[in-house]
């Protein structure tokens, strides 16, 4: 921030919400608010609404005797993580609808909907699924990677999503990964590189946390809504049953590439809720999780 100047008693600044597109102009429709007596040169202003556009208009400088002009609005917004699958991305079996994604089997043997054996396991061997014409671009993902990434960046600051496993779903991940540590035939939780959490209910039910292809089971119920805070500069990233309010699973580690949302899905399908405003009660959580027995980093 610049210095000072001595001549300044102090600033005076004068804004306008509004939830509109067109915000300079219908900014006559919302009622003044101030802050006054500012004896530095930056102000918080506090109670905004999340994820949404208000205008900072008239910041002015006052000393003893009379106060200058006022600055020219300045719009600006109070930002949330939108992001949206990278459908460029996604394994050539996973259908990305929106906010959605499904599995959707192309005819190859081991997809036979009568062989219900068990999850995916991993193959370097695996062959991908022949739906892409010739001469197409190759998937991202393919062979028994089920996966699909994110289409934002997180390279700092906290970050918080939401993640629901449709009807009849049968096996998914949610975590985040560097972008470029995944090959074409990798599965979350299986590098150094990706952090998960992973459910399952094929022959049995199960719920684990996985990294660095190590994996720790979780004791509790398969929740139906699951958050997903990652706080990059800190290292953090929590897994939480919203429903129940627990705290499933904590990573501690120190991310040294920008992160993507990461997901996997075989059988049945996922859908997301993104560009929401971290929770209250994630404060609870992170305020408990250090002495949380974690993975390996």
């Not at 997809?111 to 998937?139: E, F, I, M, V, Y």
């Amino acid at each position: 921030a610049p210095e000072v100047d001595a001549s300044i008693g102090c600033y005076e600044v004068e804004y306008r919400k509004t939830n509109r597109d067109n915000a300079l102009r219908t900014a006559g429709e919302a009622c003044w608010e101030k802050i006054q007596d500012i004896r530095e040169t930056q102000v918080t202003i506090t109670d905004l609404k999340f994820d949404s556009q208000f205008i900072v208009i008239r910041v002015r400088a006052r000393n003893k005797t009379a106060a200058g002009e006022f600055s020219e609005p300045v719009v600006m917004e109070t930002r949330a993580f939108n992001f949206s699958f990278d459908a460029a991305s996604a394994h050539p079996e996973l259908k990305v609808q929106s906010d959605t994604v499904t599995w959707e089997p192309q005819g190859v043997k081991g997809h036979d909907p009568r062989l219900k054996g068990k999850d995916p396991k991993p193959s370097r061997s695996a062959t991908p699924s022949p739906n892409k014409t010739a001469g197409s671009r190759a998937a991202r993902f393919a062979g028994e990677s089920y996966t699909v990434l994110g289409d934002q960046e997180m390279n700092g600051s906290c970050h918080y999503w939401e993640l629901r496993p449709l009807a009849d779903w049968k096996s998914f991940s949610v975590g985040v990964a560097y972008r470029a540590s995944l090959g074409r035939f990798d599965q979350l939780g299986k590098s150094s590189g990706s952090w998960c959490l992973h459910g399952s209910q094929w022959l049995q039910t199960t719920l684990s946390a996985k990294h660095n292809n190590r994996a720790k089971a979780l004791e509790w119920p398969l929740p139906q809504r699951i958050g997903i805070y990652c706080d990059y500069d800190n290292g953090d990233l929590l897994f939480i049953d919203v429903d129940r309010l627990r705290l499933l699973h904590s990573f501690r580690t120190k991310f040294t590439h920008p992160l993507v949302p990461a997901f996997t899905v075989w059988c049945g399908g996922i859908s997301i809720t993104t560009g929401l405003q971290v929770p209250s009660f994630m404060g609870n959580f992170l305020s408990t999780n250090r002495s949380l027995s974690n993975l390996s980093q």
